[in-house]
Each structure stands twice: as structure tokens, then as C-alpha cells.
């Protein structure tokens, strides 16, 4: 426990290290707040007019399709309507009719709406008596929130293995490597601690991260523990690895590089594209964040079967990532 504590401490010093900590505590705490944000007023037309310019059944009906502002001068109205921030609409008496302003920075949709107003308004009339059936609008992002709640956690749980891969790296450019092979520690010993570094921190972030997004419950929080414990203990096995083969610094950043972009590319791409083809299917379950990523969003879904199959998927790369580690870590020694 004791060394345990140092390698933690050692580790609390290092701030990339820190910084892959706390990141995907903050994308989690940013994603839970824009969850809560309601951006449906970003859409929403609003008009500005001049006062005792417009008849009020004109402006009764603009306040049909959004807020009316009323302005005191032409160029409070000008003001207005240029205001960067803004995509308000002029409006102002032409005739019978009306015309519109805008400054020209708008979005499309705000042109084209002052583009066809003033038509709009000559035919009120007639469009009137046409029956309008308002769609809701949808949500573009709304399919993509879960998904990014997956990656950020699946982020989190393999953060693991950068703690593990910098630490060791770290020790071999300081000579801390050295001495540790003349301690009296067991090889065991000196792998067990390795792994739980890297297993604590990606567990704790998982964990932390999980609560900010989600207010689990009964079976779904105990898989998603589940998820969190096997995913974790893959990633430190796999930056054990890394760090076992890493010749320096900037090799070992690249490793790492690599492997994370796997990580986060072929779950997200599977995703997207929606893979089908069994065979296809069975080589993105190579790279272990594919089961992690899937079982996240099962227990989103409410589905607690392909949860458990991800898990037991999770728990074959833990073994093969263990001995693959043992193998390596033999192969070394003789070669040192």
C-alpha cells in the first residue's frame, strides 16, 4: 500500500496526466449542462419595427411568427437590425404593404424569410383560409447526445492506459527504472502496482463522469460498473504494455497517440455507419473500446443483453491482454 501511494503521488505531480484525469470530468459536466439548455429560441424570428409606423393588424400579425420589437428612430431600428449578435428583421411601411431590412450577415433562413414577407403579407388574406399543420421541429443534435455521453465515458475508462504508459515511460527517462529492478519487490508485486495506477485513476474518472451524465439504478448502475471496472483494467494492462516497449519519450507518445485514436475512431465509425456484416463486426470487437462503447449504449437503451455480452467481451481482452503482457515482458528480459 505504501508504494502504491507513491506511485499515486508521483502521478498527482505529473500534469498530463492530471489533465487526461480531469478532461472527460469536464466534457461530462459540459454535455450534462447543454443537455439542460433549451436552444430552441435560436431558431425563432424576431422583428423589429418603428412606433406608430406599422398599422396594428400588421404587427398583430407578425407576432404570429415571433417578437416584435418597436423601435423610436430610423436609426435605432438601422442599430438594431446591424447588431452583429443579432438576426432581427426590419420592418416598415410601404404603402398598403411592407418591406424588409437586413443587414446581410444573417443566416440563410433569416434572408429568405425577409425575402418572401412582404409577399407573404399582400396574401395574408388568402392564406388564411389554408389549413396549416405546424410539424415539430426536430432535434439534429438529439440523436447524438448519447453518443457523446459513450465516447466521453469510453474516454474516461481508457484514460488508464496513458496514466500507465506515461508513469513507466516516465520512470525510465528519470533511471527510475533501475532501481526498481534492484528492490526487493517480486515481478508481481511490481506489475500489480503498475496496473492499479492506471486501473484507480481510469475507474475514478469513469465513475465521476458516469454520475455527472446519468442517474442510474438497480441493474443498469451494476453493469455500468461492470463496464467501468473491465474497461479500465484493459486500458492499464494495454498502457503496462506500452510503457514496456516504449524506448523513449517520444516513442511512447506516439504509441499512445495511436492507440487512443483507435480507440475512440473505430467505435465512433461503427457507430455512424451502422455495420451489419458479422465479419465486420467481429474485427471491430478486436479493439476493446468497440465493446465499451456498445454496452453504454445499451444500458442508454435499456438493453441489459448486450450489456452482459459486452462485458464477457471485455473480460476475454482482459485475459489475452494479460498474458500478452506476460509474453512481451519475457521476451524483454531476455533481450535486455
Given at each position: 500500500?505504501?508504494?502504491?501511494?507513491?506511485?499515486?503521488?508521483?502521478?498527482?505531480?505529473?500534469?498530463?496526466?492530471?489533465?487526461?484525469?480531469?478532461?472527460?470530468?469536464?466534457?461530462?459536466?459540459?454535455?450534462?449542462?447543454?443537455?439542460?439548455?433549451?436552444?430552441?429560441?435560436?431558431?425563432?424570428?424576431?422583428?423589429?419595427?418603428?412606433?406608430?409606423d406599422l398599422p396594428v393588424q400588421a404587427i398583430t400579425w407578425l407576432e404570429r411568427y415571433g417578437p416584435v420589437?418597436?423601435?423610436?428612430?430610423?436609426?435605432?431600428?438601422?442599430?438594431?437590425?446591424?447588431?452583429?449578435?443579432?438576426?432581427?428583421?426590419?420592418?416598415?411601411?410601404?404603402?398598403?404593404?411592407?418591406?424588409?431590412?437586413?443587414?446581410?450577415?444573417?443566416?440563410?433562413?433569416?434572408?429568405?424569410?425577409?425575402?418572401?414577407?412582404?409577399?407573404?403579407?399582400?396574401?395574408?388574406?388568402?392564406?388564411?383560409?389554408?389549413?396549416?399543420?405546424?410539424?415539430?421541429?426536430?432535434?439534429?443534435?438529439?440523436?447524438?447526445?448519447?453518443?457523446?455521453?459513450?465516447?466521453?465515458?469510453?474516454?474516461?475508462?481508457?484514460?488508464?492506459?496513458?496514466?500507465?504508459?506515461?508513469?513507466?515511460?516516465?520512470?525510465?527517462?528519470?533511471?527510475?527504472?533501475?532501481?526498481?529492478?534492484?528492490?526487493?519487490?517480486?515481478?508481481?508485486?511490481?506489475?500489480?502496482?503498475?496496473?492499479?495506477?492506471?486501473?484507480?485513476?481510469?475507474?475514478?474518472?469513469?465513475?465521476?463522469?458516469?454520475?455527472?451524465?446519468?442517474?442510474?439504478?438497480?441493474?443498469?448502475?451494476?453493469?455500468?460498473?461492470?463496464?467501468?471496472?473491465?474497461?479500465?483494467?484493459?486500458?492499464?494492462?494495454?498502457?503496462?504494455?506500452?510503457?514496456?516497449?516504449?524506448?523513449?519519450?517520444?516513442?511512447?507518445?506516439?504509441?499512445?497517440?495511436?492507440?487512443?485514436?483507435?480507440?475512440?475512431?473505430?467505435?465512433?465509425?461503427?457507430?455512424?455507419?451502422?455495420?451489419?456484416?458479422?465479419?465486420?463486426?467481429?474485427?471491430?470487437?478486436?479493439?476493446?473500446?468497440?465493446?465499451?462503447?456498445?454496452?453504454?449504449?445499451?444500458?442508454?437503451?435499456?438493453?441489459?443483453?448486450?450489456?452482459?455480452?459486452?462485458?464477457?467481451?471485455?473480460?476475454?481482452?482482459?485475459?489475452?491482454?494479460?498474458?500478452?503482457?506476460?509474453?512481451?515482458?519475457?521476451?524483454?528480459?531476455?533481450?535486455?
Amino acid at each position: 500500500m505504501e508504494a502504491l501511494r507513491y506511485q499515486l503521488k508521483s502521478v498527482g505531480h505529473d500534469k498530463f496526466c492530471l489533465m487526461t484525469f480531469l478532461l472527460p470530468i469536464v466534457i461530462a459536466a459540459v454535455l450534462n449542462l447543454a443537455g439542460s439548455l433549451d436552444l430552441s429560441s435560436l431558431g425563432e424570428l424576431h422583428f423589429g419595427v418603428l412606433e406608430n409606423d406599422l398599422p396594428v393588424q400588421a404587427i398583430t400579425w407578425l407576432e404570429r411568427y415571433g417578437p416584435v420589437m418597436a423601435c423610436t428612430s430610423p436609426k435605432e431600428l438601422i442599430d438594431a437590425v446591424n447588431e452583429p449578435s443579432t438576426n432581427l428583421i426590419g420592418v416598415t411601411a410601404e404603402g398598403n404593404g411592407i418591406k424588409t431590412m437586413v443587414s446581410g450577415d444573417e443566416i440563410d433562413i433569416f434572408l429568405q424569410t425577409a425575402d418572401i414577407l412582404p409577399g407573404l403579407y399582400e396574401q395574408r388574406n388568402q392564406a388564411a383560409q389554408i389549413k396549416v399543420q405546424v410539424l415539430e421541429h426536430p432535434n439534429i443534435l438529439a440523436g447524438y447526445q448519447d453518443m457523446f455521453i459513450a465516447v466521453t465515458l469510453m474516454v474516461a475508462m481508457f484514460m488508464g492506459c496513458t496514466f500507465n504508459a506515461m508513469n513507466i515511460i516516465s520512470e525510465k527517462e528519470d533511471g527510475i527504472a533501475y532501481i526498481n529492478e534492484i528492490l526487493p519487490m517480486t515481478y508481481g508485486q511490481y506489475m500489480m502496482q503498475k496496473i492499479s495506477v492506471g486501473f484507480i485513476c481510469g475507474s475514478l474518472s469513469s465513475i465521476i463522469a458516469a454520475c455527472i451524465c446519468f442517474r442510474l439504478s438497480g441493474q443498469i448502475a451494476a453493469l455500468m460498473l461492470v463496464l467501468i471496472i473491465f474497461s479500465s483494467f484493459v486500458a492499464a494492462l494495454i498502457g503496462l504494455l506500452l510503457g514496456r516497449i516504449s524506448d523513449g519519450l517520444m516513442v511512447g507518445v506516439i504509441y499512445i497517440k495511436i492507440v487512443m485514436l483507435v480507440f475512440m475512431a473505430v467505435p465512433i465509425i461503427s457507430f455512424l455507419v451502422g455495420i451489419s456484416n458479422p465479419f465486420l463486426s467481429a474485427i471491430c470487437y478486436l479493439v476493446p473500446s468497440q465493446a465499451a462503447f456498445e454496452g453504454i449504449m445499451g444500458l442508454l437503451a435499456g438493453n441489459l443483453t448486450i450489456a452482459v455480452k459486452d462485458v464477457f467481451i471485455l473480460l476475454a481482452h482482459s485475459l489475452i491482454c494479460f498474458c500478452l503482457y506476460l509474453s512481451v515482458s519475457k521476451w524483454k528480459g531476455k533481450n535486455l
